[in-house]
Structures are given as structure tokens and as C-alpha cells.
């Protein structure tokens, strides 16, 4: 669990006594969204206040009862996937590890409430990339989420809807994010059958230049390579949004052409 730089900040399931948030939680989410230039499925203050009562969202408040963070758990599908939807955080408390806490927690009740579902995301964001990457997410193609249209009826809200159905909703800037609890299951299963294996290879014995003995261990740790993707996404980010400006420029001399034909 990532520990909060600010010990005055509490992260925990929201509650119905949370409610007097929701207006404060909605406003932040779309004057990021606009801060951005992408979107996020714009809510209400009573679809919040929902979540909270179903105990289906995390919040975060410092010990003073100042807001920080929020986010919530979206089901389609038949329950068959699950998002984990609207991550705010307030601009002065940004930077601190709260966004972390919160995907942490979400996931966590994620878990709990829906144990063989599929957990997604769609984000332009790099940072919640590599959280979502921490806790088991992968990258993957749009043809891999739900393809319930009630939750691509809430992409209606972004500026980059066009692009989306453009693309016969098979990309956008988004980048789609999937952790699958069965795939995971396999992996977990086969690490566990290869243990011994594993602890026989790193107690294997060198010697050094001086005859001294020691164990070799094999390193483990992984971490991803963030800026070559990060780059990828600018190459995307940049293609796309130039294909809708040659779209509009394409139709706009259409225009011009069939006026002057007539």
C-alpha cells in the first residue's frame, strides 16, 4: 500500500454522510477535464452521491475534513468489467502520492465487490499509466473492453468524441488499460509451481578472483520503460489530432467546391 506524504490525509471508502462533497468533486473533475483538453464522462452531483451510498467510491479528506481526492466503480456489462471511473484529486494536494492511495484503494474494493471481473481504464495520462501498471493493468486494444454502449455513451461528454467514432471506436488519444483476474490467476499459479526452481538458481555459489565464496541472486525487480511509451503517445496524440484538423480542412474545401459549383 503506497504511504501518503501527508500524514493528515485519510484515504477510505466514501460513505453517505460524504454527500455534502459531491457538488465541490464534479466541479474539479470538469474544470480539469477542460485544464486538459481531453474529457472525462462528465457526472452529477447526485450520480456521486449514488456511488457513495453503494459504498462504491473512494475518498480522500484530510483530518480537518478538507476535500482531496475522489473516485469511483462503474460495472457493464453484466458486471462482467469494471472501471474505475473519475480519479480527481485537488490541484493543492497534487503531487503528494494521493492519486496513487486512491487507484490503490478503488482497485482494492474493486476486488472485493467484483472478485472475477475485469478492471479497465482509459486515460491520457501517463502518471495513472504507470499506477494502473503497478497494480497489474496491461495496455491493450479497445476491442478488449465492454462493448456495452452505455459506457461509451458517457465518452459523448470529451472533445475528442469525434475522433473516437472517427475510428469506429477502435482508438483514441485514451490509451485502454485491462487487469484480468483470471490471466492473472495463470501467471500467479505458474510463479508459484517455479519457486523451488527459482530459490535453487539464485542460491547457485561463484567465486571471485580471490577465491572468495558468495551466492549469486538473480534480480528480480522490473521496472517498464515509461519514456519510450510516453513518446509513443505523443506520436498518437499527435497523428490523431491531425487527421480530425486534415479531416475538417478536407470538409470545409468540400464545401467551398460544391458552393462555387452552384
Not at 454502449?149 to 485514451?174: M, Y
Not at 519457486?195 to 547457485?204: N, P, S, Y
Amino acid at each position: 500500500m503506497n504511504k501518503l506524504e501527508n500524514p493528515n490525509i485519510i484515504v477510505r471508502v466514501a460513505t453517505p454522510d460524504d454527500a455534502h462533497y459531491a457538488k465541490t468533486i464534479t466541479d474539479e473533475m470538469e474544470s480539469s477535464a477542460k485544464a486538459r483538453g481531453t474529457g472525462i464522462a462528465k457526472r452529477s452531483p447526485d450520480y456521486v452521491v449514488l456511488k457513495m451510498q453503494e459504498g462504491k467510491a473512494v475518498i480522500a479528506l484530510t483530518d480537518k475534513g478538507e476535500w482531496v481526492g475522489f473516485c469511483y466503480i462503474e460495472a457493464w456489462g453484466h458486471e462482467k468489467f469494471v472501471a474505475n471511473s473519475g480519479l480527481i484529486v485537488n490541484p493543492a494536494f497534487r503531487g503528494h502520492g494521493v492519486a496513487k492511495s486512491i487507484k490503490e484503494r478503488i482497485f482494492q474494493l474493486s476486488r472485493e465487490k467484483y472478485p472475477d471481473a475485469k478492471i479497465f481504464g482509459l486515460t491520457t495520462g501517463l502518471a495513472v499509466m504507470k499506477i494502473n501498471s503497478d497494480l497489474g493493468y496491461e495496455p491493450v486494444t479497445y476491442s478488449e473492453l465492454t462493448d456495452d454502449n452505455e459506457f461509451w455513451k458517457g465518452c459523448q461528454s470529451c472533445v475528442n468524441f469525434d475522433i473516437l467514432t472517427a475510428k469506429g471506436r477502435k482508438n483514441c488519444l485514451c490509451t485502454a488499460m485491462l487487469y484480468d483476474p483470471a490471466e492473472k490467476g495463470k501467471v500467479e499459479e505458474k510463479q508459484t509451481e517455479s519457486t523451488e526452481a527459482v530459490a535453487a538458481a539464485e542460491k547457485q555459489l561463484s567465486v571471485t578472483m580471490h577465491g572468495a565464496i558468495h551466492q549469486v541472486r538473480r534480480k528480480r525487480a522490473y521496472k517498464k520503460d515509461f519514456k519510450l511509451f510516453e513518446r509513443w503517445l505523443r506520436y498518437k496524440k499527435y497523428v490523431l489530432l491531425n487527421s480530425r484538423k486534415e479531416g475538417r480542412d478536407n470538409h470545409q474545401k468540400r464545401r467551398f467546391f460544391l458552393f462555387n459549383l452552384f
